[in-house]
Each structure stands twice: as C-alpha cells, then as structure tokens.
C-alpha cells in the first residue's frame, strides 16, 4: 500500500520535484531591465522590457518550441471573467484610459505567467539568486541615498527604490522567495547548497532595507501559524537554531545606521498611529459603496481616494487602499472583485492542502510563502503592479504542479487500497 510521509527538512534523498530547466528564467530576469517611456498621444506610459520578452518569449516556445499552454482550471476561468469586466468597467468608467489599459494589461500578463508556469514552473534556485539580486539592488541603494536629502526615517524609507520598484513594493515580491530559498537548503548539497543559503540571507537583507514592519510582522507571523506543519515536515529545534542564527549573522553584517533607523521609524510609528492609511482604507470604501456593480475602474482608485478624503491632496499621493480585498472591490466591482479575491482564494487553499497532506519541505515553503504574502495583503496591496504579478503568478503556478502530484499520488493510494 501507497502511503504519504512527511520528510525531512535536511537529510539524504530529499525529494526534488522541480530540478528540470526551461526558459522561463528568461521572463523572470527581464524585469530587472526595467523600461522606456512611450510618447503616446501626449502621454509618457512606461513600457517595460518585460512585455516584449514575454510576447518573444510566447512566440518562440508556443510556435517554434511547440509548448503546449494549458488554459483549463478555475484560476484562468476566474481570471477571464475579471478581464472582461474590467474592460466593462474601464469602458463605462471613461476617465484615464491608458492606466485602465495598463491594468489590465497586468492581469492580463499575470495570467499567462501562470498558465505557463505551472506547466514548466523554474526552479527554486533560479527563484533564490533571483530574489538575491533584488536583495543586493536594494543594499546597494541603500549605499546611495543613505547620505541624500531625506526627512526622518520615514523619509529615508519613502527615498528607497530599485528598478522593481518602491520599497514597501519589493518587499511584499521579497516575501514569496524567502521562504522557498530556505527551502531549496534542505534538499541541495555542496555549492548549490551554499548559494541558496547566502540568497536567503541577501533577500532577508534586503527586506530589513526596505524597513517595511507589515513585511516584517508577515515573515514571522506566517512561519509561526504554520509550526504544526512545519514539524509535521521535519522542522526540529536544531533547524530552527541555525535559522535564527544565520538571520543573527545577517543582521549583524548590516551597516548600523540601517538598524538604527529601522529601530526608530517602528518606535516612531509605536508612539504615532497611521491614521491616514486609516483614511485612505474608509475613503477607498466609500468609493466601492458608491460603485458596487462595476467599481470606480482598473487603475482608477486613486482618483477616487483623492475626492473622498478629507484632505485631497494628500490622497492623490496613494494609488490604492493599502488593503487588497478593499482594493479588488473598489477597484472592479463586487463580481469581479469577488472573483479575484477567489483566484488568490484558491490559491491559499492548494498550497495549505499540499502542506497537509504532502508535508514535502517545497510544499511547507510554498505555504508559507503565500500566506506570508496575504498577510502582508491586508496592509499593502501590490497586485496593481506586473513585477509582482510575475512573481506571484509563478509561485502560484509552482503550486498548482506541486497540488496536481499531491492528487496523483492520492488516487494511486486509492488504487492501491481498492486492489487489496
């Protein structure tokens, strides 16, 4: 009889499922590119690098390749369905028609990612020196403005961008790699090993660079929820100890303004509550009650913030309601709002069934990784922006194959109980 064991977080013969090689890296490193300011009809919309590797990318594989792109499953069914109300609302809701193209664009680029993905996911090492790179770009910014012309330790994280975007931004893309770097430790030997260690490390550097605390709080508070699961992997206190010390060591190697001004923006904002993202989160409610069927229009909540707060001009300065369920039904509408809040649904299920059942330490990580994201979810919400949806959409692709095993490995235990 076919039975499921939980393994080991470091020890022989340690299970990889993903260790194939394909071209997806290829998408996932062109955002590093960046992009170009389009002239358009009197507009300046950034193109970015990214879409035209990914439509290469698509003509390449699909026609010359022969990669078969499966467009099934409830995720892509949802998807289209949030597409074309979007494209409704964006249509009814004539007011900037380039951010409206621009998201759904986005959503739109999310989705493929993840169709194809989850057919030919890249592996958790290209994943980790990934999320390394975006660890040393933001120390090396860090190097740069840390002498610059900023206000406060608020001011010094607001200064803190690289080529994937704003500091709070990077770190919720930061979240979904961490944990699948420690992961990738556990099952690799020798200098594979070693790489996926120090990307760990640079990625949790980066993260403190970003000095977001709602990141902060995620990457602590999702392991924690999930320690039953975790030692039902094979976490054990020595694992947890070399952990807890290599993050000591990270730490430590930090340069000391970068933690002082970490200690003082959280003490600050200990001593003064955010009453303004308070604002922006009624304001953004108030927008959705006022648009309920169709939403204000994708890409179009800052406008509506800045007319329902009470001081405009400082809610033109925000893009979104800090909050992703507040921003999916402001944004597009109950149906549609609800119906992405479902894709993201779905998702947090498959990696928690796969983490129960088949409690490998990828299918642990991947559980971690998501729930860290949607915790951070609920006090930023990055899905507005294609780097993330990349991001997101790939790891979530990882998931779907890894939950597709799990259902393989189940009926073959089926089968195995019903021939006895």
Not at 196 to 208: D, F, P, V, Y
Not at 276 to 299: C, H, K, T, Y
Not at 371 to 381: F, N, P, R, S
Request: proline share 4%.
């Amino acid at each position: 009889m076919t039975t499921l064991r939980p393994q080991g977080f470091i020890h022989e013969g340690v299970h990889k499922p993903i260790n194939h090689r394909n071209g997806m890296w290829v998408l996932l490193w062109s955002l590093f590119l960046g992009g170009i300011n389009v002239h358009l009809a009197g507009r300046e919309p950034v193109l970015l690098y990214f879409d035209v590797v990914l439509l290469l990318w698509l003509i390449y594989y699909v026609f010359w390749r022969g990669l078969s792109i499966d467009l099934s499953g409830w995720i892509l069914r949802l998807g289209m369905f949030c597409l074309f109300l979007e494209t409704l609302s964006a249509v009814v809701n004539y007011h900037d028609t380039y951010k409206s193209l621009a998201a759904i664009k986005i959503l739109g680029c999310g989705l493929i990612v993840y169709a194809v993905a989850r057919r030919t996911p890249p592996s958790p090492v290209t994943l980790s020196v990934w999320g390394a790179v975006a660890g040393i770009l933001l120390l090396v910014n860090f190097q740069t403005v840390r002498f610059g012309q900023y206000e406060g330790e608020g001011g010094l994280k607001d200064v803190i961008e690289i080529v994937l975007g704003r500091s709070n931004y990077v770190a919720s893309i930061l979240l979904l790699l961490i944990p699948i770097a420690v992961a990738a430790v556990s099952f690799h030997k020798g200098t594979t090993r070693w790489i996926c260690t120090g990307s760990a490390m640079l990625m949790l550097a980066g993260l403190i660079v970003t000095m977001s605390r709602g990141a902060m709080l995620a990457i602590v508070l999702a392991p924690t929820l999930s320690l039953p699961i975790l030692f039902k992997a094979g976490l054990r206190i020595k694992h947890a100890v070399l952990v807890l010390v290599l993050g000591g060591a990270t730490v430590f190697l930090l340069p000391p303004d970068l933690l002082s001004a970490n200690a003082a923006f959280i003490a600050y904002r200990l001593e003064n509550t955010d009453e303004d993202r308070a604002e922006i989160m009624r304001a953004s409610w108030e927008s959705f009650i006022q648009n309920p069927l169709l939403g204000v229009g994708p890409g179009q909540l800052g406008r509506a913030i800045a007319s329902h707060v009470q001081v405009p001009d400082y809610g033109q300065q925000y893009m979104n309601a800090h909050n992703l369920v507040l921003d999916a039904l402001a944004e597009n509408g109950l149906p549609a709002g609800l119906a992405l809040l479902a894709m993201v649904g779905i998702v947090l299920y498959r990696a928690l069934r796969a983490a129960v059942f088949h409690p490998t330490v990828l299918n642990v990580a991947l559980w971690v990784a998501i729930l860290a994201a949607v915790i951070h979810k609920m006090v930023e919400a990055s899905f507005e922006g294609q780097h993330f949806q990349v991001i997101f959409w790939t790891v979530a692709g990882i998931v779907e194959k890894e939950a597709r095993s799990l259902s393989v490995t189940i009926h073959a235990s089926k089968e195995a109980l019903i021939s006895l």
